[in-house]
């Protein structure tokens, strides 16, 4: 994640729709309990808002980098139904069937091995649990431009 993403990531427009839009409409009127594993938390404007409104949820935070993974860390530090992890999301380090739901807001876009990192969903769900996912691979902004050659767009 470049500087200028980790900037806005943790900053008080992004918490703001993260846990005012994005959250309601990925979830669809769910209401998620159980463990739960977030990936590609971020700094956790996700994470902090489901906490906040789900009580019956254990929350399981991760992502790749550092950095967020300690602004994560910071913010839950008090909060006891929140675990934080730093954690490849194709290869997760957790025993199979562990979580009655996984979500995934904004980040698969990052990964490349995507089938892989959905392997992954897979084999942590328990029988019967939920993959909630939202990103916006099909949007004008993911859309590449064609190009003439180096450097030329048309």
Not at 27 to 39: F, T
Not at 54 to 64: G, R
Request: hydrophobic share 40%; aromatic share 8%; glycine share 8%.
């Amino acid at each position: 994640m470049s500087s200028a993403e980790r900037l806005f990531c943790q900053s008080p427009p992004w918490r703001w729709v993260a846990g005012r839009v994005i959250l309601d409409w990925a979830l669809q009127g769910a209401a998620p309990r159980g463990a739960m594993l977030e990936l590609g938390g971020g700094s956790g404007a996700m994470a902090a808002e489901t906490i906040r409104r789900y009580p019956d949820c254990e929350l399981t935070v991760t992502d790749l980098d550092p950095a967020m993974v300690a602004a994560t860390e910071q913010r839950f530090t008090d909060e006891p139904r929140v675990t934080v992890r730093q954690a490849d999301a194709t290869a997760l380090p957790f025993a199979d069937g562990s979580f009655d739901v996984v979500v995934s807001f904004l980040m698969l876009h990052h990964v490349i091995e995507w089938r892989r990192a959905l392997d992954e969903v897979s084999r942590v769900l328990r029988p019967g649990g939920h993959f909630v996912g939202y990103d916006l691979v099909a949007s004008p902004l993911t859309k590449p431009r064609s190009t003439d050659g180096p450097g030329r767009a048309r």
